[in-house]
């Protein structure tokens, strides 16, 4: 009788072991950090046609009409967390952050003579120059005229108002439109009245009045569910929201049988097995990326603020007022028996106690990535342009720098991965392999990884290119650093793929696919 016990734990365990490697829970993966649990071999190559298509979902909007939320899998169920938009008609008119990106019109941080210097040139330019001749030239007026900050904000930028030439929305239009962004215009008619006293040229005027549509978003939060097996949606759980566009990209989290997520202006929480709502507590901001995590009875997203509620009944347990934004995800780093939750701030990447939300160290670092931490060393994809790639040691006191990768880009918001003492980042243009304990470069390859944070199983690294259209297998060994599959996919620029075993999931433009990876 003394056996059954023992038996019986035997089991559990490895039933706890088969759900953790066959799952997919949150942002990154079962630890957060981009590794599959999964023992399962995949295939060292792809079929020329990439690998096996198994489905694909109904509909599902993303981009300004749902975002760019990564799916997550637990107990052979893929779930989604989105703010579903859609149109109804309207008698106001509105210039939104949509409109605004149809036209083209950006406003930037250059100076007045930089940007009256750029636009002159633009008019002025031959039709002539075109293609590779163009590109030449351009990149040359960007190091004549930029420094090297205005560069790397602007320098795509500019580059693109020289390729549109006289098509280019102009920069004293875009200045007027910014000053009644969101403003409601009671009908259309006022607002053509608005138009008209601004003395915008015909086409101008017609191309602003086409892109104002005679209708208004709504939206509901949503969290759906999908049969693994087969794609089909098993339930959908829906609250009324608030139109937030595609920065509501947030990433649902499954823990104990519950799902939780971020929507349009709540934190939500609700039965995994069939989606009835659990709790719901509304918040006084709009639009969030922050992926959420539950850790120790707590889940955590950055709100504005790093904000920790009590997993069971969403109230607010702590507050940290030193991180802010609403892009950036949390991730846990342990240190002598203390958890800690690391998070990147608009600047600065913050280490806080997780049970009392009191900051513990900061240092140079911010923006969207997900820091990774490995014993006693943490790895952040920084915007600060001085720290770049860095790594971190834990100390008493709370972190020293042990060595840091030169920033390339403005783009920072893809995550990295450790493995085996290696640092990989794919991203910033580049994939790239360093060392962990002394940061030299032991693989660099140029590629068009930007945004999306790459994944790892079985030794492979999976990774979008070229804004979602490829989807890339290469070998996760410097020694071997090789591209061994690569497949056409439309993935979502900013979402990031999930494996379950040997089933890969795709966020799509209009609905989820699934991959079949096995040998």
């Known amino acids: ?46 079929p020329e046609d990439g690998p096996k298509l198994l489905w694909e ?13 990564s799916v997550v899998a637990m107990n052979g169920k893929a779930f989604m967390a989105i703010v579903w938009h859609r149109q109804v008609p ?23 003579e930089v940007v009256d210097a750029m636009e002159k040139t633009r008019t002025n330019l031959s039709p002539r120059l075109r293609g590779t001749k163009l590109d030449e030239w351009a990149k040359k007026w960007i190091d004549e005229n930029l420094d090297e900050k205005q560069k790397l904000l602007y320098g795509d930028y500019v580059i693109s108002r020289f390729k549109k030439g006289s098509t280019a929305f102009p920069i004293e239009a875009t200045n007027k439109l910014y000053s009644i962004k969101d403003k409601i215009f009671p009908n259309e008619k006022s607002f053509k009245a608005w138009l008209d006293e601004q003395g915008f040229d015909t086409k101008i005027h017609e191309q602003i009045l086409n892109k104002v549509p005679p209708t208004k978003k709504v939206a509901e939060d949503v969290i759906l569910a999908l049969d693994m097996k087969t794609g089909t949606t098993l339930w959908q759980s829906k609250l009324e929201g608030i139109p937030s566009g595609r920065n509501s990209s947030a990433t649902p989290c499954v823990s104990n049988g519950f799902v939780y997520a971020v929507g349009s202006n ?3 929480c609700v039965e995994a097995e069939k989606g009835k709502m659990v709790w719901d507590k509304q918040l006084g901001s709009t639009g969030g990326a922050s992926s959420i995590m539950v850790t120790e009875g707590r889940a955590i997203a950055l709100i504005d603020r790093l904000t920790a509620f009590d997993a069971k009944t969403g109230d607010k347990l702590w507050e940290n007022t030193d991180i802010t934004g609403r892009t950036a ?26 049970s009392s939300g009191k900051t513990l160290w900061e240092a140079p670092g911010g923006g969207s990535s997900t820091p990774v931490a490995s014993g006693d060393l943490l790895i952040v994809h920084a915007k600060d342009e001085n720290a770049g790639i860095v790594c971190y040691r834990r100390t008493e006191k709370g972190v020293e720098e042990v ?5 390339l880009t403005r783009r920072t918001d893809s995550s990295p991965i450790i493995t085996n003492k290696y640092v990989f980042l794919f991203g910033a243009e580049m994939r790239l392999c360093l060392d ?16 999306s944070s790459p994944i790892m199983a079985d030794g492979k690294i999976f990774a979008y290119e070229i804004k979602g259209s490829f989807l890339d297998m290469v070998n996760a060994n410097p020694d071997d650093f090789t591209e061994i599959g690569k497949t056409k996919v439309r993935a979502l620029r900013c979402s990031s793929p999930a494996i379950v075993g040997s089933k890969l999931l795709v966020r799509m433009e209009n609905r989820i696919a699934c991959y079949e990876l096995g040998e």
């Open 1 to 46: 009788m003394k056996l059954i016990p023992v038996i019986f734990l035997s089991l559990s365990a490895n039933l706890c072991i088969m759900a953790e490697e066959s799952s997919w829970p949150q942002w990154r993966g079962p630890e957060r950090n981009g590794v599959s649990a999964s023992k399962v071999k995949l295939a060292d190559s792809w």
């Open 57 to 69: 979902s109904e509909y599902i909007p993303s981009g300004d009409d749902g975002g760019y939320g």
């Open 90 to 112: 309207t008698k106001t008119r509105t210039v939104d952050n949509l409109v605004l990106r149809k036209l083209g019109a950006r406003r930037t941080n250059l100076p007045k």
């Open 266 to 268: 709540r934190v939500f």
């Open 329 to 354: 995800s949390p991730a846990l780093w342990k240190f002598k028996g203390r958890t800690e939750i690391v998070c990147n701030s608009r600047k600065s990447v913050i280490g806080v106690d997780a």
């Open 403 to 407: 060595w840091k990768f030169p920033k």
């Open 436 to 451: 962990l304990g002394t940061g030299k470069v032991l693989a660099k390859e140029v590629a068009k990884h930007d945004i």
